[in-house]
């Protein structure tokens, strides 16, 4: 028996604040795994959007050059980069202009379908498997996904959590933003925030970063370990 430790893909879903991100990279880095923060590249075309002076509430504007800006994603857990035409994005996706516009502009079709295929033809790439983090990854992104974790935490967890991240912040205010994010991020016609039907779900409210870490690792290396099922 070869002690080669097979190629697998998992999908890691869930509303902002429920520590996505985090447990997705150090998940990737313990099991030797590509990453891949899909909210990341939603932030990096509405950035480039905002620069050129697109109006992000005109959704046909928005379809007409979502074909355009050449995004590219670094897949290392520890360094995750991402570059628009070129450009280091990955300090301006994070300004409070671009978390306030990004569900517009991934809400119009035309700009899922350009960062969808983006983000197959990354995990496709990935030899041997990957971490792939976002909204709709386990039900429209990566349906045939090894595993499927949906990640939740109550909506007071989950302010607290970002306002820790984003200095000065109003932890009330970013409670009532990350609702709206959530109502905005579920209700879209194309590929809403939704768990899968063969997703686990992980409340993260009472747990640790590293129990949420400790947990998902074990998901995967279970999976790993099951033998694969035989179509009939």
Do not use: H
Not at 17 to 23: L, P, R, W, Y
Not at 61 to 80: C, F, H, L, N, Q
């Amino acid at each position: 028996m070869s002690d080669t430790v097979e190629s697998v893909i998992v999908a890691i879903d869930g509303p902002s604040g429920t520590g996505k991100s985090s447990t997705s990279k150090a998940v990737a880095s313990a099991l030797g795994l590509s990453y891949l923060d899909t909210g990341a590249q939603y932030r990096a075309i509405t950035w480039w959007m905002i620069s050129n002076g697109i109006d992000v509430t005109d959704a046909a504007a928005v379809a007409a050059v979502a074909g355009k800006p050449v995004i590219e994603s670094g897949t290392d857990p520890a360094a995750p980069a991402i570059t628009v035409d070129g450009l280091d994005a990955s300090g301006p996706i994070r300004t409070q202009e671009v978390t306030s516009k990004v569900s517009a502009v991934s809400a119009v079709p035309e700009v899922r379908t350009v960062i969808t295929d983006l983000q197959r033809s990354i995990a496709s790439a990935a030899g041997k498997g990957i971490v792939v983090e976002g909204r709709d990854i386990g039900t429209t992104v990566l349906p045939d996904a090894d595993l499927k974790i949906f990640l939740t935490a109550s909506p007071e967890a989950r302010a607290a959590r970002r306002s820790g991240e984003i200095k000065g912040s109003d932890v009330a205010a970013t409670r009532e933003a990350l609702i709206r994010r959530d109502t905005a991020d579920s209700s879209r016609k194309t590929s809403p925030l939704a768990k899968a039907d063969d997703a686990v779900e992980v409340d993260t409210t009472e747990l640790t970063l590293q129990q949420v870490v400790e947990c998902v690792v074990t998901l995967v290396e279970e999976r790993r370990s099951a033998p694969k099922q035989v179509a009939r």
